[in-house]
């Protein structure tokens, strides 16, 4: 049956891992998947999360299926976390969440549902954007467009470029923007600019589709919902795929959220209906534990209070490598202004290291980043950083 068939390319992020898993160099490090690492390297379970664990080993009662949208409760608990607890939007009732398995879950059902609805609509990527965002959209039967986001030469984002695309876009065309920690820039708009991005959305009538994968990553939880509250106060439609994968660390969980935001409630009632029979075709109801253990975590404020901690932690160490990696680079007298990488946000850095570097720190130092140059930061520790401002260094001034 498959004699014909031409194996597929492996996946550009996670074909990574499994040749880094494959790489018997010690020194090895992954600067390739966007997952946390502390500074042992590890990916530890959250206290907050075993803490969550224990309280529902003890209550559960049963694996019986979640309704189609998932548990009442983690869709109020998302809504709050993307909203704030007394925001409009939630006491009118006009937005519906469903619970998705993880932001790329979110992601692939609200393509499904406005490809049933808009079938002739295109749907706007930033120039770059994170690759699946590509897959996931084709997938779902849409033709791509992209608008312009980045300034590689300048390593800021091209606001001119970027508001004379979205000035261009069609009302009733899909606008993908990510909400905070841009994947794989690292640079994201400022409050000034994201009160502009809104504004041209309601002039325009494209519909914005947030993709809010870092929430807690950039700058807290609340400053990061900033763009999310510019169109939540526009009134109009919106859509938020969210996730739990990297501020719970809830990575294969496959915790994330589409949320839905109607002009009335009568509208999101109406879009929630056909939000389901979406999802029943795709895969049913979604997996129960993980959006368990998050709401169990939002509905306690001790819990809450933990969460916020052990988050904030994993931003700062972020931080704290950015700036080792600009200090590490610049002992070592590499040519260039890399002050950029510690003003990004989030877990990545458009490091502007050309293929033919990455290919040789691969092949030569057992590091791993992802074509194009994103160094996910939350892959150096204390330990690995040394290694790797020495092996860059090495390979730039070959
Ligand atoms: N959107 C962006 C921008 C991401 O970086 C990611 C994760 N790499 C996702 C969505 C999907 O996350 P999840 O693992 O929850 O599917």
Redesign the pocket.
Known sequence: MWQNIEAAPADS?LGLTDAFKKDGNPEKVNLG??VYKDDEGNTPVLSCVKEAEKILLASEKTKSYLPIPGDPGYGKNVQKLLFGEENEVINSGRAVTAHA???????RVGGDLLKKFYPDAKVWLSSP??A??NAVFSAAGFELEQYAYYDAENRQLDFDGMTASLENIPGGDVVLL?TC????SGVDPDREQWRRIAAISNEKGWIPFL????QGFGESVEADRFAVEQFAALGGDFLV?S????NFG??NE???ALTLICPTQKEAAVAFSHLKTTIRVLYSNPPAHGGLVAATILDRPELYSLWIEELGGMRERIRDMRRALVEGLVARGVEGDFSYIARQRG??SFSGLSAEVVDWLRENKSIYVVGGGRINLAGLTSKNIGYVCDAIAEALQR
């Open positions: 992020i998947v966007g398995p993880g932001g790329t879950g979110a992601l954007t994170w699946n965002h990510h920690c841009h994947n794989p993709d809010f994968a870092y795929a996730s739990f994968s990297k809830l990575y496959r915790t994330g877990m990545f």
